[in-house]
């Protein structure tokens, strides 16, 4: 049986790390996530990730590079996360999640991430305060207008597998 990869972003803006809570399917509403989505046949993981955020979140973002590990889903699907730099747009929910919220590395805790996230969540924190997190503050100028340094909700994102 072939493996599926569904990519997630660890977004960053600003030091901050973009998390969506998931609207659905309901055994996962709720939980919050990494941004992302499916990758299609012959397509990257960076190319797909790229898309999978312009269509659910309406951003632009730059890859970065992939967090080591990968997390097994539902039969069939494996997760692999990016980090990403948002470089614009601003994040709203489109699909599949109710809000979205750009935490600062010290209030990651404060949401309930889906298991397979955490070990990616807790690399990403850990880029995001030993600076290595590749945004040098480069992020787009209208994105995270609200206060860089809260649990700023932010709006929506995509399902994981459905």
Known sequence: MS???????AVFD???????????PPELAGRWELPGGKTEPGETPRAALVRELREELGVEVEPLEPLPGEWPLKPGYVLR??????????????QDHDELRWLPPDRVDEVDWLDEDRPAVAEAVR???????GTSGAGSADAGASGAGSAEPAEGTRPRTS
């Open 14 to 24: 600003r030091g901050r790390l973009l998390a969506a809570r998931r609207s659905a």
């Open 127 to 133: 880029r995001l305060r030993a600076g290595d997190a």
């Open 81 to 94: 996360v990016w980090t990403a730099a948002l470089r614009s747009g601003e994040p709203r929910p489109l």
């Open 3 to 9: 493996v599926r990869v569904v990519v997630g972003g």
